[in-house]
């Protein structure tokens, strides 16, 4: 089975910045579409970016466009979401996850994906 474990959270400052990493085994990430999602005690889970399999779209949610960029490393079988510009409202365990989906099809909903790490805590806090 895929494994998908999270690393890079931590406690940063608001507006700063944190570069988040999700390292597969088992299987390639290659025909994996994968995104970010994130989930605050008490509120439910929200999509914040992803990328299809193909590597040549990428998609992220309306609050984080221009602050998140999401990427693929093929050689060290990773996904990072860069994040910048972090404002305290962000902090939430952050988790990423994956599909096999061919082609350039890549969507933030959590209903899409299959495959789900345990996560990385990020707070943003002064």
């Known amino acids: 089975q895929l494994q998908l474990v999270e690393s890079g959270g931590g406690l940063v400052q608001p507006g700063g910045s944190l570069r988040l990493s999700c390292v597969a085994s088992?299987?390639?990430?290659?025909?994996?579409?994968v995104g970010w999602f994130r989930q605050a005690p008490g509120k439910e889970r929200e999509g914040v970016s992803c990328?299809?399999?193909?590597?040549?779209?990428?998609s992220h949610a309306d609050t984080v466009k221009g602050r998140f960029t999401i990427s693929r490393d093929i050689a060290k079988n990773t996904v990072y979401l860069q994040m910048n510009s972090l404002k305290p409202e962000e902090t939430a365990g952050y988790y990423c996850?994956?599909?096999?989906?061919?082609?350039?099809?890549?969507?933030?909903?959590?209903?899409?994906?299959?495959?789900w790490g345990q996560g990385t805590q990020v707070t943003v806090s002064s």
């Open positions: 990328i299809s399999s193909s590597g040549g779209s990428t």
């Open positions: 996850a994956a599909v096999i989906t061919l082609g350039n099809r890549c969507l933030i909903r959590p209903p899409f994906y299959n495959n």
């Open positions: 088992g299987f390639t990430l290659g025909p994996y579409t």
